[in-house]
């Protein structure tokens, strides 16, 4: 099998005094920790696209990348190759999961015939290589943002023929989920969104997407997907604004359709950042709400205003979220999907083996931390105890519903309160943070 | 009455030849466009914290201004001079509303009983004062925010007493603004969010948010207020993180506990741009979700990460949000209320005349501008036609729901589907919008 | 001629009244103001990459523009297609100068042999062209950062023969800049900055920077070119972080290399705001350290992190953007360059004339109110005012350096001076201001 | 002596596996790295300011603190209690610095006589208790931008009185500075910028302010102090526009007037990321300007546009800064001055002593990591590397000035080069980096 990668071995966990830069220092896939392996609790997948389609070129520059899976002027023949290189790469790293778009995986030919056969034909093959290697398929998506017809959107489009079209997508983008046995299947509204308000309407776009939406939940009834659906916010670019924002706006947009028992977010930490929230807000906003699905784990850049989507490497962060994840019992059918390219300088086949490596010792060395930060329960009993004066009389009766505002009026009047302020511990929270990163 | 403001004559309307400073060159009170006098439409309100309570200090330094008003060393004799100079000011513009909150127009005292005695007292000042002069309220609201009891937040706080005392606060402040005939009430949660994740339980404190809310709303029904009960969303500053984020954030929210037919967003454009949107954006997607109240019209800077709170001197910014208000009906109980002050450098009284006869030329020339728009049709007719498409049986019928995701993948095959996209026009339509502008 | 843009008329000034599409409302090119015509102010240039090169992709999305000239399989064919759309269109529109790249208008080559072949006859035809049309090439330039070998920059690549690829790039450029007559030759180095800190040594590449640039003014003189050298600042993108960050960090360049009178900078307007200032800010400090050379005349967008290259279309911002340039005197060689592209949905070719029609408009408006406010002297005056004490004894001596600290303690100490702050205007100012834009 | 913290004991190291809060776990002041202590490299200060001077207000809040030093109605006898409480605190820390302005630590009295006698007796009593505790002195500076007479700026004032007025507090400070054989004295000009361009000249008021360092260079001489002369940079806040934007703008400033050999840099984290900077950038930067002199080591809020001035707990950014300066040389006169604050919200004593203690151990296990890094010499010897191209005749002939651009061009045409980009490798040296911090 190995043909692309000759050069780098299988990687094993080697622990952290190991210097060989073809070795896990962290992630150990079968150490258990709280009754599951670490596997289990991270749920790492690999991406298709910017691994095996993505070449290297960015808004300035032409492609860097010279691989050979691209090299065949037959797209069928570069599709499987791609194909093999893709799954000899993901059992060499020895991740356990991957994910795709349609268009990753097959040419998306000239016609929607061509399309449906092509797909139809690669699916075929990445089953065989599921079954062969044992990897499998974190979740599966449809491109409905880079073909030019969805230039003004795909369900948000002024015309119904190309919401048509992008329906016809995710119709086939979900059997062949199902049929990969997919965990998730995952919407992201590239272009469901707008790049002037002047030929925009906002209420006509929103009502067509509500509408896409039933559709996909319907669909997944229908065909007996038992994945979960996730909608993954992004707040701009490629649009100027896109509709799912954040987590608290796609919240609310699953609320106003009655979608909010069917569909969870997918959370990329690039695109919580560009939206002005921290990545730890991110997740922890998903949690509070209940609608935490799957995490895109990487890593953008605090100086830079578009989605850099490098792999991660900062503990500091990780950790934070690697807690509030499983404080919220950990992921279902989610998992960690690095939605991460490597820099357009990075030009080696090693590099991305460096880049998955570290990222994967990254969230192994993450989960470490935060179990320990959960096994001794120290910060939640201390935010616990911040909050306990709730759980006497007045607090109880006032989330009961039983005070009015005027009830607590004569109270406060009544008792002439003056309640004082408690500190609220930062510094020492943070140090005890730090006391199980850097123990 | 002249006492304060002697050296500054009262301000009229002298066209856009005037060369006198204090004159308005285009807000024209009694002007007729579409029905309604220029008074009516813009409903500009005046604030009394950065005009009469501020003292032009910032974080780096002292107060620069030097007012008659705050050198009694009586704090009721200065809240009653702070009263006389604000009506004169109020007047002397020419401005028909102000808006306050319960603790700039009374000293706070040192304990409820105080805080009520010293409130109901200047109540009945500024009643009288409205009386004689004829300015009318356009919002009142209390300050749950500055008092260091709610460092950690007033209905979202640990501890159940200080909800209970921000509750007597509101309680006071609405009814106190039923009694001055309020056209609306407004709450501004300045504290109501975190400062870090470590102390913080999302979830609860936004239980506790939603019970004050529908507390507010019971309680206007109680009392027979028969205006409307505002949010005003704001992402960060004075937290970290605050709850109503934006107008999507506060939609969710509202939608969370039920409220969404009962409280409106009060929109300020620098919270917009910290938001990361601009400012037409949150007023158009409050229109679109029929939620629009009133506005806090100022300036933000694009260069600084806080509320700079300056006045609005944007045309070309005001025509597009005020044609959205006219496009959705119009203001109905809000109006644009200067939540602005001066530079601090800007330190004469005659700075507040220049600064407020600025920004409302600028809204009374916005409005003509966007009232020519509307009255024009002719934006508005190229967005309706760029969705006609979805007028005809295939996008008819998608919206009615009699299609599935399969029906369409079948339709599409069928048909043997490939739309073509349509330009946007986005630059045709932004020299159109100019043409308005710059008549 | 006409053969790319036959449904276009030749654009003509009506004047401001007309409402017809294709036709200027405000740019009437020979009307005089302060001595000059409007065309000898403005300066305006059209670029060739944006309007001839780019074909409507993103990072998200394909080409979306279907244009005839790049459809010819032949490269030179396709070249030379392309340089007679481009002199139609310069000509239809009316526009004075055109702007280029060498790989813009020739197929780079697979050599550097072929790469001069190539340029060498384009120039041949662009010179044809110009004789033909009488359309002035504003500047040249070389791009050295699109091509893979310059992914890790081009004077600081580590690799000193990419350093000698980019330096014959520049020789040629520079060469076919005299011949066409350009006006100014520019360099923007679009990849001289860093990916990451680890791999990078600041000051050696900052050397070759600087040796770098020796040899362009070098070169200037030995071919008597007697156009001005321009290097355009931008703080990033592509690069993590670009060496001219923006025009102070350039000043500091120039003056570390001893180049401060050799080279200027060319602002572009959607730089300045990545780099965290406004324009105004950028133009005015060129200004102030005599460096000014050229505009890049754009819009960002202020939600987005990158590069969105608009038209302009803000008289508010173009008025004191050019009210600063005619105060240091106008541009000598440099003018107002459209660094601008269409927004990817505005795939017509009727689109490009909008766009520039509207940008070619608010420029000769944004004039004419800057001609008046400085004819008029009002705001100019008032600075000079503020500034008067320095013209008395105490200032004078402090400047011509007669002061020591010791003195001016012992001068404070003797004189017991509390000297007073003088209220700073602001808002009068922008009043001021704002009555010249909407007179 | 313990009076104000008598809580709180004598902090000590006892190794990180102590689960004592008020222990160090890292900092172990007298263990030797490299041939030095850790407190002779890291050169610890705390700050007057935020710790015994600010109350706990901020924009929207009244003061939360409630420290006993505040309450005399004496300013003097105030004064003396704050030092009490400062020199208390130091010693209990065992921080070997501190730092501070002149009115942080004596009343600015009502006449320049007053201020004058005032610090005077002050540093009188602070000279007796770096005396009494070994406290010693990082730096002082004079506040020239909180009184309101410093509003329009101080040394860039539109009144040479104003600049009068700075000069003598900068002379007592000096003067001050020296004789409590401070190891640097530090400007930050808080005020010199602008908040509008409509009433600055730019040209004028950078002349001014060169001037001003000229002659705070000349009295440095004069009175023959040793330390070090820093100007702190910083972008914006309180101004909209700070003429010390960064330290690129300042070394720019520097060489227009000649002084780049006189005064160096005093970095500030938080005002690195307001200026669109990462913190290791302006380290990294003004090593290589060779103007590095000292650091305010605190965080920012990667959310907030505002100086946060947060307790660094990053041990993964400081381990790159520190490793960055450590190469450099380590520190010369600097340090690493914490100009921190507490959270608002953390109103107990007890909670500097968190704050501090994280921040220390931050720092000192950075130093660790970084000395680690420095030693192996991996790192470095990967960046040696990647230019080793430049060490050949090619290079050596470019960078000695041999070629001209003609040179050049002949011989890329002359051997045909092509030369073949090579890897950066970001993410493998990303792991190595991980590899130290995460040993």
């Known amino acids: 099998m190995s043909q692309y990668f000759e050069n780098v071995p299988f990687i094993k966990y080697e622990g952290k005094t190991s210097s060989n830069p073809f070795a896990f220092k962290h992630y150990d896939a079968n150490k258990m920790l709280m009754g599951k392996t670490m596997a289990e609790h991270l749920r790492m997948s690999a991406c298709y696209w910017h691994n095996f389609c993505w070449q290297g ?40 999961y991957y994910s795709f778009h349609d268009v990753d995986v097959c040419p998306e030919g000239h016609s929607i ?11 075929d093959v990445l089953e065989a290589k599921q079954e062969e290697t044992g990897t499998q398929l974190l979740w599966g998506t449809a491109n409905a943002f880079s073909n030019p017809r969805y230039m003004s959107g795909a369900a948000s489009n002024p015309d119904p023929e190309i919401f ?18 997919g965990a998730n299947y995952v919407l992201w509204g590239g272009r469901e969104g707008y790049e002037t308000l002047l030929n925009t309407d906002l209420k006509r776009e929103r009502a067509q997407l509500g509408r896409f939406m039933q559709m996909v939940v319907d669909h997944k009834y229908k065909i007996g997907f038992t994945g979960s659906l996730l909608i993954e916010p992004k707040p701009a670019e490629p649009t100027k604004h896109q509709y799912d924002y954040d987590t608290a706006t796609v919240y609310g947009f699953l609320k106003e359709f009655g979608l909010e028992n069917e569909i969870r977010v997918n959370i990329e930490a690039n695109h919580a950042t560009l ?24 890593q953008g850049d605090a100086q830079l205003g578009w989605d850099t989507d490098q792999f991660p ?5 990780y950790t934070l ?30 590099d991305m083996f460096h880049a998955h490596i570290g990222a994967m ?13 959960l096994e001794d329960d120290q910060l939640a009993a201390l935010v616990e105890q ?41 510094e020492m929270l943070e140090n005890i943070v730090n006391g199980y990163i850097y123990r």
Not at 164 to 181: D, E, G, I, S
Not at 313 to 317: K, L, N
Request: glycine share 8%.
């Open 313 to 317: 490497s900062s503990v500091e962060e």
């Open 164 to 181: 048509t079209y992008a329906a016809t997508q995710v119709f086939h983008a979900m059997n062949a989920t199902k049929r990969l046995k």
């Open 321 to 350: 979220v690697t807690y509030e994840i499983l404080k919220a019992g950990g992921f279902k059918t989610g998992g960690y999907m690095f939605d991460t390219k490597l820099r357009r300088q990075s030009i080696d086949l090693e």
């Open 361 to 373: 010792d990254t969230l192994a060395l993450s989960l470490e931390r935060a179990v320990k930060m």
């Open 386 to 426: 911040r909050y306990a004066r709730w759980g006497h009389t007045l607090g109880q009766d006032i989330l009961a519903g039983k005070h009015s505002l005027q009830d607590l009026a004569d109270y406060a009047l009544r008792n002439n309160i003056n309640p004082s302020p408690i500190s609220g511990r930062q």
């Open 275 to 298: 939206a002005g929230h921290s990545f730890h807000h991110e997740i922890a906003t998903a949690c509070s709400l209940g609608i935490l699905g799957s995490v895109d784990a990487n």
């Open 57 to 96: 070129s960015d808004v300035f520059g032409a492609n860097t990348f010279d691989r050979a899976w691209h090299k065949p002027t037959n797209e069928m023949e570069a599709a499987k190759m791609k194909a093999d290189a893709a799954f000899e790469f993901f059992s060499k790293l020895g991740i356990p």
């Open 113 to 123: 015939k061509e399309y449906i056969a092509n797909f139809s034909a690669m699916i």
